[in-house]
């Protein structure tokens, strides 16, 4: 048995958000990172006049999520590299791309001693920008990234009792 020297870097230690996604083998990607970007979310509003009213009707319209960053990531292997390259890969389908690359991702926020504070999931979720390596360490086990950021259709809170549910927002109104 090889001789340890010093204490193995473990990568969720050290990282406040885990990122977990199904790849298409079954297996889960999982990286651990530092820092996240603020879940930011704009209703667009459409108006309209009925009737010759003088007054407006204003309805709720298109619905956008904006993309989250996350940063000074590291993970045990390089799928999340691989999710990128599958990502621009063309696929010979109609139109040019698969959706293959496509996928629910949930986000993790844990607090200072591991525990969940609160949990996400982004639905139909692809990566959009990757920024590399924070530098290299051959000593180093894993694969570290400077951030990541992802495009997804929509976002939701689960699991956690302290996040409310679209459903119960609704019910709550008049």
Same mark, same amino acid.
């Given at each position: 048995? @090889? *001789? ?32 996240? &970007?603020? %879940? ?18 204003? $309805?709720?319209? %298109? ?6 960053? %996350?940063? =000074?990531? $590291? ?8 999710? *990128? $390259?599958?990502?621009?890969? @063309? ?11 496509? =996928? ?22 692809? @990566? ?27 976002? =939701?809170?689960?699991?956690? @009792? ?6 119960? %927002? $609704? &019910?709550?109104?008049?």
């Amino acid at each position: 048995m @090889p *001789l340890l020297v010093g204490t193995p870097k473990l990568i969720k230690q050290k990282s406040r958000f885990i990122i977990r996604v199904e790849a298409a083998s079954g297996r889960a990607l999982v990286g651990g990172f530092s820092t996240c &970007s603020e %879940l930011a979310i704009t209703v667009q509003k459409s108006e309209g006049r009925f009737g010759g009213s003088m007054l407006a009707t204003k $309805a709720p319209s %298109l619905v956008d999520f904006t993309d989250i960053t %996350l940063e =000074r990531g $590291a993970t045990q292997n390089a799928d999340l590299w691989l999710w *990128l $390259a599958q990502t621009v890969a @063309p696929t010979p389908t109609i139109g040019g791309i698969g959706l293959g690359h496509v =996928r629910w991702l949930d986000i993790i926020e844990q607090d200072r001693d591991r525990s969940e504070l609160n949990k996400w999931r982004l639905v139909n979720c692809f @990566p959009s920008e990757y920024k590399g390596s924070l530098g290299w360490d051959n000593d180093d086990a894993g694969y570290t990234m400077e951030s990541i950021t992802l495009t997804f259709d929509i976002c =939701r809170p689960i699991g956690l @009792p302290n996040a409310v549910s679209i459903d119960q %927002l $609704a &019910s709550t109104l008049p």
